[in-house]
C-alpha cells in the first residue's frame, strides 16, 4: 500500500472589528474556500475580493496556497479584513522571509478600532438630543 503523504495545515486567527477569522492555509492550486462556500460566492463584492488578495499578491504567492477559513460575526467588510489579516499572519508563519515585505505594507497590524458603546440619556453613543432655545 502506498502511503499518501498529508500535508499539515497552517492554523492563524485574523481580527477586525466584530470579526474573527480561522486561517487554515498550506501550499497548493490557489484555492480559496469561506465557510465551506467558493471565494467568489462568499465575497461577491470585487473590492472585499482585492482586500483578501493584498498579501497574497505582495508576497508572491498567487496559485501557490490553498486557503480555507472559518468566519464568525461583523459584517462583510470587517469579516475581509479580518481574513487578510488572518492570511498575512499564515504567509508570515510559512515563509519568514516574507515578514519585512508584509508588514511594509502594515497587514500584520491589527485594526484596534472598534465600535462605541451606546452611553445612558443619548440615543447612540455620541447623537445629543436637539437643542430647543425657547
Known amino acids: 500500500m502506498a502511503e499518501q503523504?498529508?500535508?499539515?495545515?497552517i492554523t492563524t486567527i485574523g481580527r477586525r472589528k466584530e470579526s474573527t477569522v480561522r486561517v487554515y492555509l498550506r501550499e497548493g492550486?490557489?484555492?480559496?474556500?469561506?465557510?465551506?462556500?467558493?471565494?467568489?460566492?462568499?465575497?461577491?463584492?470585487?473590492?472585499?475580493?482585492?482586500?483578501?488578495?493584498?498579501?497574497?499578491?505582495?508576497?508572491?504567492?498567487?496559485?501557490?496556497?490553498?486557503?480555507?477559513?472559518?468566519?464568525?460575526?461583523?459584517?462583510?467588510?470587517?469579516?475581509?479584513?479580518?481574513?487578510r489579516h488572518g492570511i498575512s499572519r499564515a504567509i508570515v508563519?510559512?515563509?519568514?522571509?516574507?515578514?519585512s515585505i508584509i508588514k511594509k505594507e502594515g497587514f500584520?497590524?491589527?485594526d484596534p478600532r472598534e465600535k462605541e458603546r451606546k452611553k445612558y440619556g443619548r440615543k447612540r453613543a455620541r447623537k445629543r438630543f436637539q437643542y430647543s432655545k425657547r
Open 93 to 99: 508563519k510559512l515563509d519568514e522571509t516574507k515578514r
Open 5 to 9: 503523504k498529508e500535508q499539515k495545515y
Open 29 to 83: 492550486t490557489g484555492k480559496i474556500r469561506v465557510n465551506k462556500r467558493s471565494f467568489e460566492n462568499y465575497f461577491p463584492r470585487e473590492s472585499h475580493r482585492l482586500v483578501i488578495n493584498q498579501p497574497i499578491k505582495t508576497a508572491d504567492f498567487e496559485n501557490k496556497l490553498d486557503i480555507f477559513a472559518t468566519i464568525k460575526g461583523g459584517g462583510i467588510s470587517g469579516q475581509a479584513q479580518a481574513l
Open 108 to 110: 500584520l497590524t491589527r
